[in-house]
């Protein structure tokens, strides 16, 4: 029988704009746990081989643009590298939707510039994680809908309170990967114990990685489940980077934090370069 959360879940329809990796583990987990197909709308840009990724999940039958999802959707979950992110300027967006960001490092304060509304972020574990039901997300800020879908996706909220703490979760995250990299497995507890001093989520992300970690067959299996986990440019790629370089876990996790940090502000200059030029760009007002 399906709960109430599924009940409410059903009276919304769920966007996912951006269906790659984590898009589909999203998708994947909400249809087998109870979301009815026509509920759910998702788009991609125009990738053959994504068609195909969602043929053989048998998900092209929820394919629509990005504005029937902006108007019709209730719940958006905008999927896309940051980068892509200024494809969606000024897009006309339901006053009704409820819009939530899972890039890495993108600000809420950013996301208001670039689609003129208030934006909640989500960050999620990576996608074999979500879809074994062993996953963590955050939030910010806190909303009751989205702590609902975590609980109908079966994933562990994990609470940041506040923003910088989500850029630290997302570092965080990507532990399981970090973990599967490193060379000085030895060492791991060690530089957790360190860095974990200043950021306590890392201590946290850990016992949670060590826990969830499948094992593998062979190697092939190992390193697609972190390329799974592998943004270009993301954070995960910035952390397992470092650690190939020989660094320990910690400066690697921190270099994970940074990168957010850096992508934020290479969003901030495609944003400037993109709206050089053009009027009635909005000035900063962003709040909740
Ligand atoms: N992978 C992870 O473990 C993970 C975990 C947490 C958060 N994230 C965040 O999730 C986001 C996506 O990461 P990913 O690894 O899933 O990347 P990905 O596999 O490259 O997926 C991004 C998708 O966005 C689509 N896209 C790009 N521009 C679009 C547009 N204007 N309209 C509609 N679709 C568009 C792309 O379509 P095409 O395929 O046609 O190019 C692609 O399918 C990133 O911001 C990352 O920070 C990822």
Not at 170 to 182: D, E, N, R, S, Y
Not at 185 to 199: F, N, R, V
Not at 216 to 240: H, L, P, S, W
Request: net charge negative; proline share 3%.
């Amino acid at each position: 029988m399906l709960s109430n959360d599924w009940i409410m879940l059903n009276n919304l329809k769920i966007g996912i704009v951006g269906c790659g990796h984590l898009g589909q583990a999203i998708a994947h987990s909400l249809i087998d746990r109870g979301l009815e197909r026509q509920n759910l709308l998702i788009s991609y840009r125009d990738n053959p081989r994504t068609y195909e990724m969602l043929n053989a999940q048998g998900l092209t039958s929820c394919l629509s643009t990005n504005q029937e999802i902006f108007q019709e959707a209730g719940i958006i979950l905008i999927t896309i590298k940051p980068q892509d992110i200024t494809g969606l300027i000024n897009f006309p967006i339901s006053e009704k939707a409820l819009v939530v960001s899972c890039m890495a490092g993108v600000s809420a304060e950013l996301l208001y510039q670039i689609l003129g509304i208030n934006v909640y972020r989500m960050m999620f574990s990576g996608p074999d994680t979500i879809v074994s039901e062993k996953g963590v997300a955050a939030m910010y800020p806190e909303h009751e809908h989205l702590k609902m879908l975590l609980r109908c996706m079966n994933l562990t909220y994990i609470k940041t309170i506040t923003e910088d703490n989500l850029d630290v979760f997302t570092a965080g995250v990507c532990m399981p990967a970090a973990i599967l990299t490193t060379k000085n497995p030895g060492q791991q507890q060690e530089a957790i114990d360190k860095i974990g001093k200043e950021y306590p989520l890392f201590s946290e992300l850990y016992l949670w990685a060590i826990k969830i970690l499948p094992c593998f067959q062979n190697n092939i299996e190992k390193e697609d489940y972190v390329a799974r986990m592998i943004t270009k440019g993301g954070i995960t790629e910035a952390i397992t980077n470092s650690l190939m370089e020989g660094e320990p876990l910690d400066i690697a996790l921190q270099k994970g934090i940074n990168q957010t940090q850096e992508i934020s502000k290479g969003i901030q200059q495609s944003l400037t370069n993109h709206l050089h030029g053009m009027s009635g760009i909005k000035t900063i007002s962003w709040r909740y």
